[in-house]
T-cell receptor, first 114, second 113 residues
């Protein structure tokens, strides 16, 4: 069975802290994604990676960075957390190639920044 | 840019049929997905359309018209467990990776007895 896991379901941090959100997939997928989900705004893409050490900005990369040192792991980093980064963060992965496949999502991390 | 619209909320009765619409404007369209998301859980894949027409999968069907930039998800014989948010997402070609999805805001469906 396809498995995408995220390091925490709930996280509370203080403004200015450095925050790491970890995502691991066991399906040998090349592509991994980080989204945030806010009421009324849907899922918005922060960053994605299509290979180890490769990354591309999504629609809202400001205030975030990512790291992909190993194929199975994609980390989202908030260098200095702010209250407007309070959100649900979802990781997803998908293999390369055709036909296009659906994205498999992790359970999400609800981050609160105080 | 990308723009995807779907109703915010819908209510329907158990046993009935409901249609959730999605309109989109994107560049390099390469398929449309529907996902179901129960409260507090991750989205799960429901359907994928890349050609015009209807795709049926059990109680769920999805329709696509590329010329109109329009899709709908049809849910038949509604059950209480179908209460969830339904997300419309379009696959576009904004990067060489070719697997990026742009999501609509989601439609929260409430099924009542």
């Amino acid at each position: 069975d396809v498995k995408v896991t995220q390091s925490s379901r709930y996280l509370v941090k203080r403004t200015g802290e450095k925050v790491f959100l970890e995502c691991v997939q066991d399906m040998d997928h090349e592509n991994m994604f980080w989204y945030r989900q806010d009421p009324g705004l849907g899922l918005r893409l922060i960053y994605f990676s299509y290979d180890v050490k490769m990354k591309e900005k999504g629609d809202i990369p400001e205030g975030y960075s990512v790291s992909r040192e190993k194929k199975e792991r994609f980390s989202l980093i908030l260098e200095s957390a702010s209250t407007n980064q309070t959100s649900m963060y979802l990781c997803a992965s998908i293999p390369s190639g055709r036909p296009p496949r659906e994205q498999f999502f992790g359970p999400g991390t609800r981050l609160t920044v105080l | 840019g990308q723009n995807i619209d779907q109703p915010t909320e819908m209510t329907a009765t158990e046993g009935a049929i409901v249609q959730i619409n999605c309109t989109y404007q994107t560049s390099g369209f390469n398929g449309l997905f529907w996902y179901q998301q129960h409260a507090g859980e991750a989205p799960t894949f429901l359907s994928y359309n890349v050609l015009d027409g209807l795709e049926e999968k059990g109680r769920f069907s999805s329709f696509l018209s590329r010329s109109k930039g329009y899709s709908y998800l049809l849910l038949k014989e509604l059950q209480m467990k179908d209460s969830a948010s339904y997300l419309c997402a379009v696959r576009d070609q904004r990067s060489n990776a070719g697997n990026m999805l742009t999501f609509g805001g989601g439609t929260r469906l409430m099924v009542k007895p």
